[in-house]
């Protein structure tokens, strides 16, 4: 009697450690399946983001304990621009597993949230550069903006330039101006302060997600990155 009571209990024990995992194994697929599927119809992307959920330790997912995780989404319309890359470093979160399995999505203690990175391509900041009809290129490098325009000096065209840093204001973008150039060549700074007066370009950064704050913007090569912090997925 004592040996079937003991090969029960030992059944017992492998039917929950296989089922254990079953769900270490099927979980994490489960939960990035529909972490994705929230983050498209949130942002009303036309395709799924990339999301990777980490935990730490491994076995504290089936917790609903994560210690991160990443959300990448390539080639989004995200805040009115067409970005090249959208990313979302995920903070640590915990799921509130049982709500999550009789609601039959999930639920977070808390919202979710991250550190934002944003990157636009040259090419987008150029079209809406052009919304003001004076500016007709924009030439992104490091550390400098560069807004240009066609001037007619004396009968002919020159290429005009005005250099220039972004920074982010008031939940805009602001061109502060700083030099300018006519056919490449630079201006004496008293010149240039003189035609600046009163020059600026600002871009209202609207259409990002409730929750959205962008505090920085760096100018790289052929192209910007927006950093800040998002609020709310899943929340």
Same mark, same amino acid.
Do not use: C, H, K
């Given at each position: 009697?004592?040996?079937v009571?003991?090969?029960?209990?030992?059944?017992?024990?492998?039917?929950?450690?296989?089922?254990?995992?079953?769900?270490?194994?099927?979980?994490?697929g489960?939960?990035?399946?529909?972490?994705?599927?929230?983050?498209?119809?949130?942002?009303?992307?036309?395709?799924? %983001?990339?999301?990777?959920?980490?935990?730490?330790?491994?076995?504290?997912?089936?917790?609903g304990e994560?210690?991160?995780?990443?959300?990448?989404?390539?080639?989004?319309?995200?805040?009115?621009l067409?970005?090249?890359?959208?990313?979302?470093?995920?903070?640590?979160?915990?799921?509130?597993?049982?709500?999550?399995l009789?609601?039959?999505e999930?639920?977070p203690?808390?919202?979710?949230?991250?550190?934002?990175?944003?990157?636009?391509?040259?090419?987008?900041?150029?079209?809406?550069?052009?919304?003001?009809?004076?500016v007709?290129?924009?030439?992104?490098? %490091?550390?400098?903006?560069?807004?240009?325009?066609?001037?007619?000096?004396?009968g002919?065209?020159?290429?005009?330039?005005?250099?220039?840093?972004?920074?982010?204001?008031?939940?805009?973008?602001?061109f502060?101006?700083?030099?300018?150039?006519?056919?490449?060549?630079?201006?004496?700074?008293?010149?240039?302060?003189?035609?600046l007066?009163?020059?600026?370009?600002?871009?209202?950064l609207?259409?990002f997600?409730?929750?959205?704050?962008?505090?920085?913007?760096?100018?790289?090569?052929?192209?910007?990155?927006?950093?800040?912090r998002?609020?709310?997925?899943?929340?």
């Open positions: 009697m004592s040996s009571a003991g090969a029960a209990f030992s059944l017992g024990v492998l039917a929950v450690l296989a089922l254990l995992a079953g769900a270490y194994t099927f979980l994490p489960v939960v990035e399946g529909v972490v994705a599927r929230s983050v498209q119809d949130w942002l009303n992307l036309e395709r799924a %983001p990339e999301v990777r959920l980490e935990s730490d330790p491994p076995p504290a997912m089936l917790l994560f210690s991160g995780g990443r959300v990448v989404m390539e080639g989004a319309e995200f805040g009115g067409r970005t090249r890359r959208v990313e979302v470093e995920l903070e640590p979160f915990r799921l509130r597993v049982l709500r999550s009789r609601e039959g999930l639920v203690e808390r919202p979710i949230a991250g550190d934002l990175r944003v990157v636009v391509a040259e090419e987008e900041i150029s079209r809406v550069a052009r919304l003001d009809s004076r007709s290129r924009v030439d992104l490098r %490091p550390g400098a903006v560069f807004v240009g325009s066609d001037v007619e000096v004396l002919n065209e020159l290429p005009f330039a005005v250099r220039g840093e972004l920074s982010v204001r008031g939940g805009s973008l602001v502060a101006p700083r030099s300018v150039y006519i056919a490449g060549a630079p201006l004496p700074q008293r010149v240039s302060r003189r035609m007066e009163g020059v600026s370009f600002v871009y209202r609207e259409g997600p409730e929750g959205t704050r962008i505090g920085e913007v760096r100018s790289l090569d052929g192209r910007l990155l927006l950093t800040g998002i609020e709310g997925l899943l929340g």
